[in-house]
């Protein structure tokens, strides 16, 4: 760089002329301007210049390679308020400071000899700053960066709430029936306390899984009960607590009021998704998202809104795809998604991407931002300018593409709760969502005529479809379609109605016989009708039995639906099961093979088994007004959601 480029950078602003003097002066009038006695020769700027650069080179040295940069960094640059000039006054110009005898070639000698002061003290702070560093232990050191790593997050999180729009204020207005009134009856009381506290036993139930995770898991997942240590399912991420958050719910309607405490305390001071992981969408929606949201409408306790909010917003990267249908697995940190690689040629999967239509309905109903429901019903009308085989949804979606992938139809593993998630859609929205009830009968009508089938020995089941030709296999999972079909049977055609009430009987039936027909009475992961065996696993991988409640669930809704008493009764052979086989020191654990004669344990207390199973068998044995269906639906994990009914945005704006 030319000499004479470099000399604006240390002329004075004392006025327009160059060097300090007036405008004009000089000798000769076009030679070199006069110096004034306060102005710098030309070796000396060279040597201000190079002063000037072995600080930014040591500055710089000190921030990228010594341990405690950011320390280093405050003090260099950051450390006295008091070194900065002040602030021009109003109106852009600047403030000039008092000038006794000097003129403009005097400011510009003190302006110098000030930079060079600033300097000099700067350079030596930082080389004593890095000096102390250096003579500091190593444990020092590492506490050092840890204190300012902690304080710079906790800064950051400051900003990052100042500057965020909070959520709308919202009065909280407790749903109808989110308490019930005692069983009239004292015998289906007594039972129901039974779920709670057992006959031959002083602990309770949910107690006995709750206090088992609490003791040996607390804060972790899942709970290892033969173990007695914590599990943790990588579906989740780094993000912990799961049996905490899945759990909450059942804690209050239980009325278990201590627990519902300490477990709203850890959500509020530990729950956290700020996490460099990669999580499973759908899991971590339907557990957290839906956990969260139910403790909400439940309790009104305020965490549990902006928690799922939060949550709710770390999701949204994953429908960053040409279709707009989302990944499967996420990385909420860096917001980059990918889908399973063992699902069809990169497919998204219809009962995960089918199955946040009602949470995230309810975080744009709480939070005031349409982003969440404008996703979901942006997938609808994906699915709607499909072509669909048969009138069937096959499992498997390319969100790049936007095309089927391999036509396999499932009612369980894979394609259930998107059905679940159609109806309930159209019953959360107070019966208005036309299109997921439209979308919900023209698919129970293409199930009826291509995979129920009814065995030789009388028993309805549900296969699955491949590419046109059925496998007669129905899965535990599968099982949640009996209550399901019973509670859309108000909504069906007026002919029909009748019609579903009994198609959900008879998969209930066909459900209690796959239980019925092994030693533990607790039923296999699948089941098949073929080969002369009806509602039996004929293959080793398919006889576990993990907590599973989906047959729980479907003697639930009948019974509510019908008040057949028989569904009590199944629901009692079940609990019974349950503390027999499952049932041990630790808390509760699945069962490898329910056909064996001697219980071989899988050492996991499912976090559903709280959520769903005992939830289940609790509102069984309850009166109709706990959580009536007229008032909630259950999201696919058990958790309670609010209908959104007509005219409860109008009561609210009224009572602002």
Same mark, same amino acid.
């Given at each position: /760089?030319?000499?004479?480029?470099?000399?604006?950078? =240390?002329?004075?602003?004392?006025?327009?002329?160059?060097?300090?003097?007036?405008?004009?002066?000089?000798?000769?009038?076009?030679?070199?301007?006069?110096?004034? $006695?306060?102005?710098?020769?030309?070796?000396?700027?060279?040597?201000?210049?190079?002063?000037?650069?072995?600080?930014?080179?040591?500055?710089?040295? #000190?921030?990228?390679?010594?341990? %405690?940069?950011?320390?280093?960094?405050?003090?260099? @640059?950051?450390?006295?308020?008091?070194?900065?000039?002040?602030?021009?006054?109003?109106?852009?110009?600047?403030? #000039?400071?008092?000038?006794?005898?000097?003129?403009?070639?005097?400011?510009?000698?003190?302006?110098?000899?000030?930079?060079?002061?600033?300097?000099?003290?700067?350079?030596?702070? #930082?080389?004593?700053?890095?000096?102390?560093?250096?003579?500091?232990?190593?444990?020092?050191? +590492?506490?050092?960066?840890?204190? !300012?790593?902690?304080?710079?997050?906790?800064?950051? +999180?400051?900003?990052?709430?100042?500057?965020?729009?909070?959520?709308?204020? &919202?009065?909280?207005?407790?749903?109808?029936?989110?308490?019930?009134?005692?069983?009239?009856?004292?015998?289906?009381?007594?039972?129901?306390?039974?779920?709670?506290?057992?006959?031959?036993?002083?602990?309770?139930?949910?107690?006995?899984?709750?206090?088992?995770?609490?003791?040996?898991?607390?804060?972790?997942?899942?709970?290892?009960?033969?173990?007695?240590?914590?599990?943790?399912?990588?579906? =989740?991420?780094?993000?912990?607590?799961?049996?905490?958050?899945?759990?909450?719910?059942?804690?209050?309607?239980?009325? /278990?009021?201590?627990?519902?405490?300490?477990?709203?305390?850890?959500?509020?001071?530990?729950? %956290?998704? *700020?996490?460099?992981?990669?999580?499973?969408?759908?899991?971590? *929606?339907?557990?957290?998202?839906?956990?969260?949201?139910?403790?909400?409408?439940?309790?009104?306790?305020?965490?549990?809104?902006?928690?799922?909010?939060?949550?709710?917003?770390?999701?949204?990267?994953?429908?960053?795809?040409?279709?707009?249908?989302?990944?499967?697995?996420?990385?909420?940190?860096?917001?980059?998604?990918?889908?399973?690689?063992?699902?069809?040629?990169?497919?998204?999967?219809?009962?995960?991407?089918?199955?946040?239509?009602?949470? =995230?309905?309810?975080?744009?109903?709480?939070?005031? *931002?349409?982003?969440? #429901?404008?996703?979901? /019903?942006?997938?609808?009308?994906?699915?709607?300018?499909?072509?669909?085989?048969?009138?069937?949804?096959?499992?498997?979606?390319?969100?790049?593409?936007?095309?089927?992938?391999?036509?396999?139809?499932?009612?369980?593993?894979?394609?259930?709760?998107?059905?679940?998630?159609?109806?309930?859609?159209?019953?959360?929205?107070?019966?208005?969502?036309? !299109?997921?009830?439209?979308?919900?009968?023209?698919?129970?009508?293409?199930?009826?005529?291509?995979?129920?089938?009814?065995?030789?020995?009388?028993?309805?089941?549900?296969?699955?479809?491949?590419?046109?030709?059925?496998?007669?296999? /129905?899965?535990?999972?599968?099982?949640?379609?009996?209550?399901?079909?019973?509670?859309?049977?108000?909504?069906?055609?007026?002919?029909?109605?009748?019609?579903?009430?009994?198609?959900?009987?008879?998969?209930? +039936?066909?459900?209690?016989?796959?239980?019925?027909?092994?030693?533990?009475?607790?039923?296999?992961?699948?089941?098949? @009708?073929?080969?002369?065996?009806?509602?039996?696993?004929?293959?080793?991988?398919?006889?576990?039995?993990?907590? &599973?409640?989906?047959?729980?669930?479907?003697?639930?809704?009948?019974?509510?639906?019908?008040?057949?008493?028989?569904?009590?009764?199944?629901?009692?052979?079940?609990?019974?099961?349950?503390?027999?086989?499952?049932?041990? %020191?630790?808390?509760?654990?699945?069962?490898?093979?329910?056909?064996?004669?001697?219980?071989?344990?899988?050492?996991?207390?499912?976090?559903?088994?709280?959520?769903?199973?005992?939830?289940?068998?609790?509102?069984?044995?309850?009166?109709?007004?706990?959580?009536?269906?007229?008032?909630?639906?259950?999201?696919?994990?058990?958790?309670?959601? $609010?209908?959104?009914?007509?005219?409860?945005?109008?009561?609210?704006?009224?009572?602002?």
């Amino acid at each position: /760089m030319p000499a004479a480029s470099l000399l604006p950078l =240390f002329g004075s602003a004392a006025g327009p002329g160059t060097l300090g003097g007036p405008a004009g002066s000089g000798a000769g009038g076009g030679g070199r301007k006069a110096a004034g $006695p306060g102005a710098f020769r030309l070796t000396e700027k060279f040597v201000l210049l190079l002063v000037f650069s072995a600080f930014i080179t040591l500055c710089f040295g #000190a921030i990228f390679f010594l341990p %405690d940069s950011s320390k280093l960094l405050s003090g260099v @640059f950051f450390h006295s308020a008091a070194l900065q000039p002040p602030p021009p006054p109003p109106g852009g110009q600047p403030r #000039a400071p008092p000038q006794p005898g000097g003129g403009p070639a005097a400011a510009a000698a003190a302006g110098g000899a000030g930079s060079l002061e600033r300097i000099r003290a700067d350079h030596e702070r #930082a080389l004593r700053e890095a000096k102390e560093t250096l003579q500091k232990l190593p444990e020092e050191i +590492r506490r050092d960066i840890r204190q !300012d790593k902690e304080k710079l997050l906790q800064d950051a +999180r400051g900003r990052k709430e100042a500057g965020a729009p909070g959520l709308p204020q &919202r009065l909280f207005r407790q749903p109808v029936g989110a308490v019930g009134q005692e069983p009239a009856d004292p015998d289906v009381r007594q039972r129901r306390e039974k779920i709670k506290e057992l006959y031959w036993s002083d602990d309770q139930m949910m107690k006995h899984a709750w206090d088992n995770y609490k003791r040996y898991a607390w804060g972790l997942n899942e709970l290892k009960p033969i173990s007695k240590q914590g599990h943790s399912s990588n579906l =989740f991420g780094n993000i912990q607590g799961a049996t905490i958050v899945d759990a909450l719910d059942t804690l209050y309607i239980m009325e /278990m009021k201590e627990e519902f405490k300490e477990a709203t305390e850890w959500v509020e001071k530990n729950l %956290d998704f *700020n996490v460099n992981a990669e999580i499973s969408v759908f899991e971590v *929606n339907i557990r957290f998202v839906g956990g969260l949201l139910s403790a909400y409408y439940l309790s009104g306790e305020e965490v549990f809104r902006k928690k799922a909010v939060e949550l709710g917003e770390k999701l949204l990267p994953a429908f960053n795809t040409p279709t707009g249908i989302p990944w499967a697995l996420l990385n909420i940190k860096s917001g980059i998604g990918r889908n399973w690689p063992w699902a069809s040629g990169g497919s998204s999967i219809l009962a995960e991407f089918g199955t946040l239509h009602l949470e =995230f309905v309810h975080l744009s109903h709480l939070s005031g *931002n349409p982003v969440f #429901a404008e996703k979901v /019903m942006n997938i609808r009308k994906v699915l709607n300018r499909l072509d669909k085989p048969e009138g069937l949804y096959p499992n498997y979606l390319n969100p790049s593409s936007g095309q089927w992938g391999q036509h396999h139809v499932s009612i369980g593993g894979l394609g259930d709760s998107f059905y679940e998630y159609l109806l309930k859609a159209w019953l959360m929205s107070d019966k208005t969502d036309e !299109d997921g009830k439209k979308m919900y009968y023209d698919a129970v009508q293409a199930i009826e005529t291509h995979l129920i089938r009814k065995s030789s020995g009388g028993l309805t089941y549900i296969a699955e479809w491949k590419g046109g030709l059925l496998e007669h296999k /129905m899965g535990h999972l599968t099982c949640f379609a009996g209550g399901m079909f019973a509670l859309g049977a108000d909504g069906a055609p007026s002919d029909k109605t009748g019609h579903h009430i009994e198609l959900g009987a008879e998969i209930a +039936r066909t459900c209690h016989e796959s239980y019925d027909r092994t030693r533990m009475k607790l039923g296999p992961e699948a089941f098949r @009708f073929d080969g002369g065996v009806e509602a039996i696993a004929t293959r080793q991988n398919e006889k576990y039995y993990i907590l &599973r409640p989906e047959v729980i669930e479907t003697y639930m809704y009948m019974w509510r639906l019908t008040h057949d008493p028989k569904y009590r009764e199944w629901g009692w052979e079940a609990v019974e099961a349950l503390e027999k086989h499952c049932r041990v %020191d630790g808390g509760y654990s699945g069962i490898r093979d329910v056909y064996n004669n001697h219980e071989s344990h899988d050492d996991v207390q499912q976090s559903f088994f709280l959520s769903e199973t005992l939830k289940y068998l609790y509102l069984l044995f309850s009166e109709d007004d706990l959580l009536p269906f007229e008032h909630w639906v259950f999201n696919t994990e058990a958790h309670p959601l $609010p209908v959104l009914h007509k005219d409860d945005g109008n009561k609210e704006e009224n009572q602002k």
